[in-house]
């Protein structure tokens, strides 16, 4: 009996990666899905209705993670995505900069980067992680050129680091989606 059980369990644990990795036909479905989803969002934008392009882009995002999750989980790769590796920034948190020093926004070092003119009707506000940067403030004059001058981490491809006052926001470039926030350190 006791072999028995030893041989399940073995089994099992031999099964369980096989079952965790995406199968070609897969991939192939996701690829698809996510050409799907995009004649989808260039019809609703021919037609022009505002709340079928938003469902639409939503659907064509939702088809390109699942893509990726299945080709990461094909090729084995267990790395974190940048995307998951939120640490304490979630509020502007305690993360260190490039050099180990701790950011302005904890009373660290905090740059002069010249004076901050808001987009036409734009104002102050706290921005928290999660949250979608309006597209007025994506301009390249927002852009935090060298990040790392600032003690500010590389942005990863696709997301781009943006001045908004005296914060460095780090959202994704396709949607504004904040996915980082340094807060005070400019003046």
Same mark, same amino acid.
């Given at each position: 009996?006791?072999?028995?059980?030893?041989?399940?369990?073995?089994?099992?644990?031999?099964?369980?990666?096989?079952?965790?990795?995406?199968?070609?036909?897969?991939?192939?479905?996701?690829?698809?899905?996510?050409?799907?989803?995009?004649?989808?969002?260039?019809?609703?934008?021919?037609?022009?209705?505002?709340?079928?392009?938003?469902?639409?882009?939503?659907?064509?995002?939702?088809?390109?993670r699942e893509l990726r999750e299945d080709v990461?989980?094909?090729?084995?790769?267990?790395? #974190?995505? !940048?995307?998951? %590796?939120?640490?304490?920034? $979630?509020?502007?948190?305690?993360? &260190?900069?490039?050099? /180990? =020093? +701790?950011?302005?926004?904890?009373?660290?070092?905090?740059?002069?980067?010249?004076?901050?003119?808001?987009?036409?009707?734009?104002?102050? #506000?706290? !921005?928290?992680? %999660?949250?979608?940067?309006? $597209?007025?403030?994506?301009?390249? &004059?927002?852009?935090? /050129? =060298? +990040?790392?001058?600032?003690?500010?981490?590389?942005?990863?491809?696709?997301?781009?680091?943006?001045?908004?006052?005296?914060?460095?926001?780090?959202?994704?470039?396709?949607?504004?989606?904040?996915? $980082?926030?340094?807060?005070?350190?400019?003046?």
């Amino acid at each position: 009996m006791r072999n028995f059980i030893l041989a399940t369990v073995a089994l099992a644990s031999l099964a369980m990666p096989l079952a965790a990795q995406a199968y070609p036909g897969e991939i192939r479905d996701d690829q698809r899905d996510v050409q799907r989803q995009t004649r989808q969002l260039n019809e609703a934008r021919r037609d022009g209705d505002p709340r079928a392009i938003r469902e639409e882009r939503r659907d064509v995002v939702g088809a390109r993670r699942e893509l990726r999750e299945d080709v990461r989980d094909r090729r084995g790769d267990d790395r #974190r995505d !940048w995307r998951d %590796g939120r640490g304490d920034d $979630r509020r502007g948190g305690d993360w &260190r900069g490039h050099d /180990g =020093r +701790p950011g302005g926004w904890e009373g660290g070092r905090r740059y002069n980067a010249g004076r901050y003119y808001y987009p036409r009707g734009g104002s102050y #506000r706290a !921005w928290n992680v %999660g949250g979608f940067l309006p $597209r007025s403030y994506w301009g390249e &004059r927002y852009w935090v /050129g =060298r +990040p790392v001058a600032y003690g500010l981490p590389y942005a990863a491809r696709g997301t781009r680091w943006i001045r908004v006052g005296p914060d460095a926001l780090l959202i994704r470039s396709y949607d504004g989606s904040v996915v $980082r926030v340094a807060r005070g350190i400019f003046y």
